[in-house]
């Protein structure tokens, strides 16, 4: 089957430490993305890859940190420094590399920070 | 990357037709129009893109007048399995704007039934 994967589903942090969610994708897209969502709120975007080795801010990144050394697989680090990381996170990928190609989805990691 | 204005909220009733629109007055050109429906604690899921007049496939129809700047997302007969966010984008493919994305609060449908 082929789809986009996270891990861990759920994610407990102490304050000060720093985690990283996982994000793995075998449709062969170029494009993969990271999103941020609060209670009630839509999605924002943190970083986004259009291929290998590449990779842009969006609108949250501070906090934040990614790196894209393989086409599947776009890992976010959630620092310290993000000062309230407590959220949904979803990670998508395209293959068109553009705000109007269709983006699939994961099924989200929730971070509680402790 | 246009703005896009859409209702909070919107009730249905089990078996009626739903209709969202959504305003987005400074589209470009080379926009599409995309709606997305998530459910909770889940990602997002495409429904349908359009770019001008109407589109339709198997869970939706999408209505675009002449002037593009708004659309409307229809659901023929809503079930309570449609009760969700919906979300409308607008963005040109392969564009360079992809780091100003935006979701925004979208409109949560509640069915009833």
């Known amino acids: 089957d082929g789809g986009i994967t996270q891990s861990p589903k759920y994610l407990f942090r102490k304050e000060g430490q720093n985690v990283t969610l996982s994000c793995e994708q075998n449709l062969n897209h170029d494009a993969m993305y990271w999103y941020r969502q609060d209670p009630g709120q839509g999605l924002r975007l943190i970083y986004y890859s259009q291929i290998v080795n590449d990779f842009q801010k969006g609108d949250i990144a501070e906090g934040y940190s990614v790196s894209r050394e393989k086409k599947e697989s776009f890992p976010l680090t959630v620092t310290s420094a993000q000062k309230n990381p407590t959220a949904f996170y979803l990670c998508?990928?395209?293959?068109?590399?553009?705000?109007?190609?269709?983006?699939?989805f994961g099924p989200g990691t929730r971070l509680t920070v402790l | 990357l246009a703005k896009t204005t859409q209702p909070i909220s919107m009730d249905s009733y089990e078996g009626q037709e739903v209709n969202i629109t959504c305003s987005h007055n400074?589209?470009?050109?080379?926009?599409?129009i995309t709606w997305y429906q998530q459910f909770p604690s889940q990602g997002p899921r495409f429904i349908i893109q359009g770019y001008k007049t109407k589109v339709t496939n198997e869970v939706a129809s999408l209505f675009i007048p002449a002037d593009r700047k708004s659309s409307t997302l229809s659901l023929p007969r809503v079930s309570l399995s449609d009760t969700a966010v919906y979300y409308c984008?607008?963005?040109?493919?392969?564009?360079?704007?992809?780091?100003?994305?935006?979701f925004g609060q979208g409109t949560t449908l509640q069915v009833k039934p």
């Open positions: 400074n589209i470009a050109t080379n926009d599409y």
């Open positions: 998508a990928s395209s293959i068109e590399r553009g705000a109007g190609g269709e983006q699939f």
């Open positions: 984008l607008v963005g040109s493919q392969g564009s360079s704007n992809t780091g100003k994305l935006i």
